[in-house]
């Protein structure tokens, strides 16, 4: 793959999964547009980014829950004329709780961010892809997205929806000379535990298969660009626990998930 004149694109890159992810990109070389809501740490990434690797970092300040910023975000590409060949979808948040106790606009935003951002951007780069005849699309989506998700519904919801819609991607999409995969990571050490009330909650992060954010960010970069998985899931002991959960009946599946959640309610809005 030539890369030197073409950037990759990374929403939620400001920490844990797309941070490592932007080091792996430009660890192999590849130029790097990050984006996310926080521009002084998108500033000091960047530059770090760029001095380690000797590539071209810029950076992007939005908040993709807001059509608006979703807009500028796209004039602000066009205005620049940045030849991209690679999106990661990448940004997304969770929270545990029960669906009607927790507040509405906080799981609506989930819904826009997980789900709403990561379609209109998949669209608008399959588009732009489709004109230069090649491209690749990472969504990052979750183990979760093979389960119902009692006490975690709408995330859970939104990843089975990213696995989905990235399936049907893939295929849509390879006769265009574009790939799609859709990284499945599990328990993963990052803000997103503290953001979305799993490290007091939930029972996951007591299991062995805590993974870090390089070794999930090494299997996503070796999946699209090596091995053009329409899945990748790191670490084996997600793949067998992916493997072994099909011989589950669904209720036993709820039960298991509403035991590991803890059944209780995060606070609201620490996103
Ligand atoms: N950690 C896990 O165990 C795990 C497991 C499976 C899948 N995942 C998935 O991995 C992805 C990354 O999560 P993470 O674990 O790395 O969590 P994280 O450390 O909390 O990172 C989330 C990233 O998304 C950005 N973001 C949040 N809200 C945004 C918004 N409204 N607009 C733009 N950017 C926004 C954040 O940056 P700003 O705050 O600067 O905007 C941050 O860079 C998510 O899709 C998550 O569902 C995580």
Redesign the pocket.
């Given at each position: 793959m030539k890369k030197t004149s073409y950037y990759t694109i990374i929403?939620?890159?400001?920490?844990?999964?797309?941070?490592a992810l932007a080091n792996e990109f430009a660890k192999n070389g590849h130029n790097l547009i990050l984006?996310?809501?926080?521009e002084e740490?998108?500033k000091e990434i960047s530059a770090q980014i760029s001095l380690k690797n000797k590539v071209s970092v810029e950076y992007i300040v939005?908040?993709?829950?807001k059509p608006s910023d979703m807009v500028n975000l796209q004039s602000e590409l066009q205005k620049k004329d940045y030849k991209i060949n690679i999106l990661v979808n990448?940004?997304?948040?969770?929270l545990v709780g029960e669906f009607s106790e927790l507040e509405l606009k906080v799981q609506q935003?989930m819904i826009d961010?997980?789900i709403k951002?990561l379609v209109d951007l998949s669209y608008y780069f399959a588009r732009q892809f489709k004109n230069q005849g090649f491209g690749w699309i990472m969504n990052?989506?979750?183990?979760?997205g093979f389960l119902p998700g009692p006490y975690m519904a709408v995330?859970y919801a939104s990843?089975n929806f990213v696995t989905s819609f990235s399936l049907a991607l893939a295929q849509e999409l390879k006769q265009y000379n574009i790939v799609v995969t859709s990284l499945?990571?599990?328990?993963?050490?990052?803000?997103?535990?503290e953001?979305s009330g799993m490290d007091k909650l939930s029972k996951f992060g007591k299991s062995n298969f805590v993974a870090t954010?390089e070794q999930v960010a090494q299997s996503g970069y070796q999946g699209l660009i090596e091995r053009s998985e329409l899945i990748t899931i790191p670490g084996f002991g997600n793949k067998l626990m992916l493997w072994l959960i099909k011989f589950v009946p669904v209720r036993i599946k709820l039960a298991l998930v509403d035991y590991l959640q803890n059944s209780k309610t995060a606070t609201p809005n620490s996103?």
């Open positions: 929403t939620g890159a400001s920490s844990g999964i797309g941070l984006v996310a809501r926080r740490l998108l939005a908040d993709l829950t990448n940004a997304g948040f969770g935003d961010l997980n951002a990052v989506s979750s183990v979760v995330y990843k499945c990571p599990g328990y993963t050490d990052t803000k997103f535990q953001t954010t996103h």
